[in-house]
Structures are given as structure tokens and as C-alpha cells.
């Protein structure tokens, strides 16, 4: 395993707070951080209803959001010749994935693999060849158990909640990973 720079060691953990902060809130715990040019831009967490039901949207997604929060920053960073880096605790799923590779996201760093929706292992080779060009890279580097814990609480939680078919596949998935 490569070693990583202090920097992108000390986002990862920046992004294990922000999980925490969504896990606090009964979200789904995922946290992220956006730099660049080794500066942290923003920090943020899955919003799934952003603490309005009606907003309520399944792109509210940790890394998503960042990106369209930031979209003007990371559009003058990309003009700029900088390199933007994006953290986060779990694998970036399809989406998250899509819109790092549109807003010109360079690194993707992420510590805990998602059996469910990680998106990081897709072929990019025979898809339109835009994406030969901007794919980012990724790495992925498991820094910590925490972010894992965290999920698998957060399933066994929603499962007293009276939620059921969807944190035990999870729980399975994790067990089996
Ligand atoms: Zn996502």
C-alpha cells in the first residue's frame, strides 16, 4: 500500500468527523472534504433530506453535495491548473463517481470499499472517450476502522427503527466483505 501524504492522511480523518456528524444526526454516515492544491475547501456529509422531507433526494449524497456546492470553486481550480481532491470514507457510488469526472475531480481518495454502490472499479476504457481523457485517480486507503463501525451501527439502528430489508442486505454485504 502506498503511503500517503500527511495532508490527505489528516482530510480522511476531517472526513471521519463529518461521518460522524451525519451518524449524530441519524444520517447515513458518510463524510467527505474537498481540496485544492493541498487546502481544504469544504467539508460536508450525506444530507439525505438536507433537514427538509421535502428536498428529500437520494443525489444528496456526501460527495455530491460538495461538488455542487462548490461547483464555482472547482470550476476556477480546473481553469487554474489545480489539482482537486476529493476524500471520503466510503466509495464513491455511480453518481458521486459521475460528477467528480464532469467538475475535472483529478484524485479520488476513500478508506472504506462500499459492496453495495461502489462505482470505483468501472471500466472507463470502453465508455465515450471523454473519459480516457478526465478520469481521476483513485486510491483507496484504510486508515481506520471507524467509518465500517460506523455503518454497521447506523444499519442496526435503522432496523429498530422498524427498517428492515434494506440494512440487513447492507449488514450481510458488510459481514461478507
Ligand atoms: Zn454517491
Redesign the pocket.
Known amino acids: 500500500m502506498k503511503e500517503l501524504a500527511l495532508f490527505d492522511k489528516q482530510c480522511l480523518e476531517d472526513a471521519i468527523k463529518a461521518a460522524k456528524d451525519a451518524y449524530e444526526i441519524g444520517n447515513y454516515p ?1 463524510g467527505a472534504v474537498l481540496a485544492v492544491d493541498g487546502e481544504v475547501i469544504a467539508v460536508g456529509y450525506n444530507e439525505l433530506d438536507r433537514g427538509n422531507p421535502e428536498r428529500r433526494s437520494y443525489v444528496n ?4 453535495l460538495l461538488i455542487i456546492k462548490n461547483g464555482i470553486a472547482l470550476s476556477d481550480a480546473y481553469k487554474g491548473g489545480k489539482i482537486i481532491s476529493l476524500y471520503s470514507t ?1 466509495e ?6 459521475g460528477a467528480s469526472v464532469t467538475n475535472h475531480v483529478n484524485r479520488i481518495l476513500f478508506i472504506e470499499s462500499d459492496p453495495n ?1 461502489g462505482a470505483c472499479n468501472l471500466r472507463h476504457d470502453n465508455i465515450g472517450i471523454w473519459y480516457k481523457e478526465v478520469w481521476p485517480e483513485i486510491i483507496q486507503y484504510p486508515l481506520s476502522q471507524e467509518p465500517k463501525k460506523m455503518m454497521i451501527e447506523f444499519f442496526h439502528n435503522e432496523i429498530k427503527k422498524g427498517h428492515t430489508e434494506w440494512p440487513k442486505k447492507m449488514l450481510r454485504l458488510y459481514k461478507a466483505s
Not at 449524497?61 to 455530491?64: G, L, Q, T, V, W
Not at 464513491?92 to 463517481?97: K, V
Open positions: 458518510v449524497h456526501a460527495e455530491n466510503l464513491p457510488c455511480i453518481q458521486c463517481l454502490g
